[in-house]
């Protein structure tokens, strides 16, 4: 006889505690292919609207992990991994993972891609013509080893649980869901033999934790359970009010990422990036913040993190002469501007208006099998605080088609907001959270 999902099924949605061993079992089965798709999106509803205890959330994230096989790496250098919790604009990774290598740690890193309006690493890296990020777990392990750093896709043998899950989630509105993020972010940063998780918490209405309180409540959650698994975890509470950087959308955020590796660059992209090397210093090597803080600017500056990255991306398959001369990236169908309708300064960008946006101009998927296009995404032409006259362009959508450009400027409407005083800037890293799961100011 099959497995039977649909008593677990309606026991989650009544709001009752599944047993490690029947999440386990779920969870097998699924992958096994005996469960099928609409009995699982009714389990992650469930979940989504009813929520897991720590012992539910503990065990779901056990059961992901041994979906698969774990991945041992053996490097000379310490290993350490990044993972944020998704956002608008959130190139972060594209920086901070050869900023960590230029810096002497190793970095394997599993990602994701866009999920609900916030982008995927995975979607922006496979915006460079060539580049692979579905890697098997040998030549994962070999990469790292050779050139310090390595992303990949989780696959057939790497956490195939949150390879279904996540695309499941994705199409059937159970993204934003504490226990469900946890499980998939930790499941994948527990398959491989990191010693040390950063976890880039992003707070704002273009994240899932719309408030640092349920930030925060994440933060701890996903730190007991790196604890649970014997693993050293921490995090950053990082904004996510407007979108980070000017860039949304797959090769144009790469773009923004490669400016920043050169020194240049938004500086709340080159703040977040610089705040989590300056983690890992401390917490491997011990140095102090201020120091650190010096060396990561310096490794940015200097170019060193961007010869990491221009030696990184052949690695993997990817055509580095699309970094070094922009124009031979292919240019969107359609593109067009949003406007000020009025004078003043900006003092708002709607992250989420702006994800959802670029969702719409084709650079996430609404369905499952939607492909996005790499050139679609919006540019923010006047960030927050830029003083603007009434007509100015604010915003330019590049979208796979006319009807879909039209769509994402409508979304638009009202995502900015112009006001006589400029707004008062704030610092992208709002707190951290060692790792007992105790808030840190910074
Ligand atoms: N990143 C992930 O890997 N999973 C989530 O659920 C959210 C962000």
């Known amino acids: 006889m099959k497995f039977q999902s649909l008593p677990l099924v309606e026991r989650k949605r009544d709001g009752e505690a599944l047993a490690a061993q029947e999440i386990d079992d779920l969870v097998a089965a699924y992958v096994a292919g005996d469960v099928p798709d609409y009995q699982m999106a009714a389990f992650l509803m469930a979940v989504t609207i009813r929520g897991m205890s720590f012992d539910e959330t503990a065990a779901l994230t056990g059961a992901m992990l041994h979906s698969g096989r774990t991945v041992e790496i053996s490097a000379r250098r310490p290993l350490v991994d990044k993972h944020s919790t998704g956002g608008v604009g959130d190139k972060t990774s594209l920086v901070a993972v050869p900023l960590l290598a230029a810096l002497g740690f190793c970095v394997p890193k599993l990602s994701g891609r866009g999920l609900g309006h916030t982008g995927g690493t995975l979607d922006k890296l496979e915006s460079i013509p060539g580049l692979r990020t579905s890697l098997d777990a040998a030549e994962f392990a070999t990469l790292v080893s050779r050139y310090g750093l390595a992303i990949a896709a989780q696959s057939e043998d790497i956490v195939p649980a949150d390879r279904l899950l996540y695309a499941l989630r994705d199409a059937t509105g159970t993204v934003a869901s504490l226990p469900l993020i946890a499980s998939s972010i930790m499941s994948k940063k527990l398959a491989v033999s ?131 001369q922009p124009d031979r990236w292919p240019e969107a169908a359609a593109v067009g501007t949003f406007t000020a309708g009025t004078d003043g300064y900006v003092s708002r960008i709607g992250a989420r208006a702006v994800g959802e946006a670029a969702r719409l101009a084709g650079a996430g998927r609404l369905r499952k099998e939607d492909s996005v296009d790499a050139a679609a995404g919006v540019e923010i032409l006047a960030p927050l605080g830029t003083p603007v006259r009434s007509g100015q362009d604010l915003l330019r959508v590049h979208a796979a088609s006319p009807e879909q450009l039209a769509a994402a400027l409508r979304r638009l409407d009202a995502s900015v907001e112009i006001s006589d005083e400029p707004p008062r800037a704030k610092d992208a890293v709002i707190c951290a959270f060692d790792k007992h799961g105790r808030r840190e100011e910074r």
Request: hydrophobic share 45%; with cysteine; charged share 25%.
């Open 194 to 324: 990191s010693r040390l998780i950063l976890l880039d918490v992003k707070v704002g209405s273009g994240a899932f934790f719309p408030d640092e309180a349920s930030a925060a409540e994440f933060a701890r959650l996903a730190i007991r359970i790196g604890e649970t698994f014997g693993r050293d975890t921490r995090a950053l509470l990082t904004r996510m009010d407007a979108p980070l950087g000017q860039a949304v959308g797959n090769a144009l955020e790469v773009r923004e990422a490669v400016a920043c590796l050169r020194g240049k660059g938004p500086q709340d992209l080159r703040e977040v990036a610089v705040a989590l090397a300056v983690e890992a210093l401390h917490a491997v090597y011990g140095l102090a913040r201020d120091e650190a803080g010096r060396r990561a600017a310096e490794a940015l500056e200097s170019g060193g993190a961007y010869e990491i990255f221009r030696r990184w991306i052949p690695s993997q398959g990817g055509d580095i002469t699309y970094l070094e």
